[in-house]
């Protein structure tokens, strides 16, 4: 038995060492070949900001929730795979499946509150005449977003992308604490997040009251607007923002997350995130470890001061 797992433990740091080797040389690469990739990202942008479809004010709540319909079908597919019953992290039954009805409902109670902001607020974006933007000022309902000409640069759409992931990981490390402190609040905004008797899995990410959700959606967008993100930036966020709430909540602890491929216990992943929903008291953070890891470094070494008191 003690070999055996010796055995896997050592697949798996080989299989990470190799994921860490192509990251790096992807990212290498990326550099005499960027001119090649932002005419790509110059053509994709020129293709979007003419469709209609993008154009719209409520594209990116729409396409929030396409995303996640899509991605939350992985862990659920995986669930019905043998081969993936080993990475699971804890033995329970299989996740209930929602209805039709119970999908719509759920799709129409998420896009509602949204929209109706979609309908009243002006989407300002970088490189935007502020011309265009008066015009749009003047009308009581928006229907079209006022999109930029140029594409970002692939330095940008990065940089932008990933700096909205660290400002709203601290954005709602504060919020989700101050819930998980107040009993009231709690009991009226985040209790049902944390209500899965089925176990853990790829459809709690969405189990949120109206107030929750509000305030992960209002995070997220102010920690993208805080980086001036470009519309292109904002479209890849969320493709990659729903992935890794999705795979914190997936009930999997896979020998390829991101986790695991980034070094030093920077992100948290599946593990970290499953202990939280058992114990409740700890992991804060969605996505970083940084913040937590500080606190409980805090909690378990006071200051002299108040050794002394």
């Not at 700890?282 to 890891?293: A, E, G, M, V, W």
Request: net charge positive.
């Amino acid at each position: 038995m003690a070999a055996t797992t010796a055995t896997c433990r050592s697949r798996g740091s080989q299989l990470i060492l190799v994921l860490r080797v192509l990251c790096v040389l992807a990212v290498v690469t990326c550099y005499p070949c960027q001119s090649s990739i932002q005419h790509h990202i110059d053509i994709l942008w020129n293709y979007l900001r003419h469709q209609v479809l993008y154009q719209t004010v409520y594209f990116e709540t729409w396409f929030v929730v396409l995303c996640y319909s899509i991605i939350a079908l992985v862990p659920e597919a995986m669930a019905q795979v043998s081969c993936f019953s080993r990475y699971r992290l804890e033995r329970s039954s299989a996740a209930p499946r929602p209805s039709i009805p119970q999908l719509m409902t759920e799709g129409t109670l998420y896009m509602l509150p949204l929209a109706a902001l979609d309908t009243v607020i002006v989407k300002r974006f970088p490189d935007v005449p502020e011309d265009v933007l008066k015009l749009k000022r003047l009308d009581w309902i928006q229907r079209e977003r006022a999109l930029p000409e140029c594409a970002p640069s692939l330095g940008q759409l990065v940089w932008q992308v990933a700096a909205a992931l660290i400002i709203y990981d601290a954005m709602f490390y504060v919020i989700h604490y101050s819930v998980h402190r107040n009993a009231f609040l709690y009991r009226t905004i985040h209790a049902p997040h944390h209500d899965h008797p089925a176990g853990l899995h790829g459809r709690v990410t969405n189990r949120l009251t109206v107030a929750e959700r509000l305030a992960l959606v209002l995070s997220a967008n102010f920690s993208l607007r805080l980086v001036c993100a470009h519309p292109l930036s904002r479209t890849v966020f969320i493709v990659v923002f729903i992935g890794l709430l999705v795979e914190n909540h997936a009930g999997f602890d896979l020998p390829w997350s991101y986790d695991k491929i980034i070094p030093f216990g920077i992100m948290g992943g599946a593990a970290r995130h499953h202990a939280h929903h058992v114990y409740g008291a700890r992991q804060y953070q969605p996505f970083f470890t940084y913040i937590d890891n500080y606190m409980e470094q805090s909690a378990q070494h006071p200051s002299v001061k108040e050794n002394n008191l």
